[in-house]
Antibody, heavy 120, light 106 residues
């Protein structure tokens, strides 16, 4: 059974870069799309972007200028970097698998999520 | 950009009730529509994809219908475990979620 686990700092200072990693266990990272989604406290879900196992990416246009998602197949991990963060980036960040071949952004497996607070 | 609008925002119901949640897209999305269930503090769970296909392991009391711009999620007989927030999501291209429908115990 595939499992996803987010890791990274829970507190980031304004203007700095948020960095998170998602480790995939119980299955290969190959042949799927790997997504990041976030949810501000008490609010709805926002898709951030995805990376394919081969390294291709697609980002939410509203975040594109600040987002980089990459994959490390040797470690079965993929990562998120979000630059120039502000308090508006405070959210629970989830990693999720795209249910290929049905849809790169159809999320069938999720991590438990990690709360990132942007504050000085 | 495609916008997804769910109604109602909150729904109060009792165990055993049949409930329906509606999701409207601002333009046609064919059948590229998914439904998720989220419980407090937990990750969302995929219930339905391609508007009406039941994800493996999801109880058959959940069903989805619709195409184009109007979609519905129906729970045929509410169980205690079903009280949660439900989101629709368009998954072809840009990936907007609906704002969510909170299903509460009456």
């Amino acid at each position: 059974q595939v499992q996803l686990q987010e890791s990274g700092p829970g507190l980031v200072k304004p203007s700095e870069t948020l960095s998170l990693t998602c480790t995939v266990s119980g299955g290969s990272i190959s042949s799927y799309y790997w997504n990041w989604i976030r949810q501000p406290p008490g609010k709805g879900l926002e898709w951030i972007g995805y990376v394919s196992y081969s390294g291709g990416t697609n980002y939410n246009p509203s975040l594109r200028s600040r987002v980089t998602i990459s994959v490390d197949t040797s470690k079965n991990q993929f990562s998120l970097k979000l630059s120039s963060v502000t308090a508006a980036d405070t959210a629970k960040y989830y990693c999720a698998r795209g249910k290929a071949p049905v849809g790169a952004t159809l999320f069938d497996k999720w991590g438990q999520g990690t709360l990132v607070i942007v504050s000085s | 950009d495609i916008q997804m609008t769910q109604s109602p925002s909150t729904l109060s119901a009792s165990v055993g009730d049949r409930v329906t949640i509606t999701c409207r897209a601002s333009q046609s999305i064919s059948s590229w529509l998914a439904w998720y269930q989220q419980k407090p503090g937990k990750a969302p769970k995929l219930l339905i994809y391609k508007a009406s296909s039941l994800e493996s392991g999801v109880p058959s009391r959940f069903s989805g219908s619709g195409s184009g711009t109007e979609f519905t999620l129906t729970i045929s007989s509410l169980q205690p475990d079903d009280f949660a927030t439900y989101y629709c999501q368009q998954y072809d291209g840009y990936v907007p979620f609906g704002q969510g429908t909170k299903l509460e115990i009456k």
